[in-house]
């Protein structure tokens, strides 16, 4: 695969708190390698604290200064597509590239805008943050994004300062900002968590529809596998900050391979049933960040453990072409 991004082995350790002179480091993302292709959107799913915004964050080299961050984050850089490794850029080089070729958009958009700045000059802010062009200019093209991303009467909206807007509106401007200059790849972090369903049904579909437009690259994250079964081609499952499975969407919501996903699976909500509650029908808890040792995250839940599960850090193994699962137990080939 010629891959727009290649995450490979992406450790990200943080101090315990209160343990600053002991040194002990508690593990929120361990050993992760994943690859996404141009145009293709990889859908990362896992439950609260299983390590997907520190990933974004790790991608956007937006970590706080505490965290010890290894392994190598690949992404082809413009204008001639040269690997680099994002985690060896200066930063400088890493500002250039943030918000230009790589954007990304989170969860909750009231706090990621100024409340006493117009919407449109936010969005024009973010041009000329990486183009030497007149306000004019810069105006201009943020009301063509907030076009873009389907705000009716975008010339007027964009003099309105986020209050005046609606929550759906207000995350439609954050789009606007992410695409307005024309990334290569969008790190969408929980995108629609904070909307209403329907609102979020729409903006949704608005990102499926910039992909095609733009031809997109994205990395889609969210705890809810009904929505991601909606945008991405690929799905990556997080568990306790380590990739637990792997593979196409079919593979994931037909196949699933891994006792984790199958309990996501057997959880996704109904239309009748409380979306917040689903994933916490699995019973036990996640183990927490500084608790993961050696042993399989999951094996304080899964049914199907056997000793070995609590000491040794099962191996990713393919299951079938380009499908993964870290659990050995399950998917023993014939004999062994
Ligand atoms: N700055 C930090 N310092 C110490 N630990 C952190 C820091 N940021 C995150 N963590 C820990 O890393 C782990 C993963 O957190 P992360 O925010 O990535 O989870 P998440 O999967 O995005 O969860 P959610 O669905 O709630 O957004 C958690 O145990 C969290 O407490
Ligand atoms: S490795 Fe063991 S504990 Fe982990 S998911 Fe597989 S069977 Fe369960
Ligand atoms: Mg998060």
Known sequence: MHSLLEVRGLTVEFPVRGTASSGRLST?????????????????????????SVTSLALMRLLPPSARVSGHIIFRVLPNQDQRDLLQLSEDNMRQLRGTQI?????????ALNPVMRVGDQVAE????????????????????????????ASQRARDYPHQL???????????????????????DEPTTALDVTIQAQILELLANLRKKFGLTMLFISHDLAVVSQVADRVAVMYAGSLVEMGSKADIFRAPAHPY?????SAVPTLTTDRNSALRTIEGTVPSADSISVACGFEPRCTFRIPVCAQKFPPLVEVGAGHWARCPVVNRSPGV
């Not at 996404?36 to 990889?42: D, K, N, S, T, Y």
């Not at 004019?136 to 063509?144: L, M, N, P, T």
Request: glycine share 8%.
């Open 28 to 52: 929120a993302v361990r050993e992760l390698s994943f690859e996404i292709a141009p145009g293709e959107v990889l859908g990362l799913v896992g439950e609260s604290g299983s390590g997907k």
């Open 126 to 153: 973010a041009v000329r943050a990486h183009n030497k062009i007149t306000k004019k200019e810069a105006w201009d093209r943020a009301v063509s994004a907030m076009d873009d991303v389907a705000i009716a009467d």
């Open 261 to 265: 996903t199958r309990g996501l699976l």
């Open 103 to 111: 954007a990304m958009i989170f969860q909750e958009p009231t706090t």
């Open 166 to 188: 609606s929550g759906g509106m207000r995350q439609r401007v954050m789009i606007a900002m992410a695409i307005v200059n024309r990334p290569q790849l969008l790190i969408a």
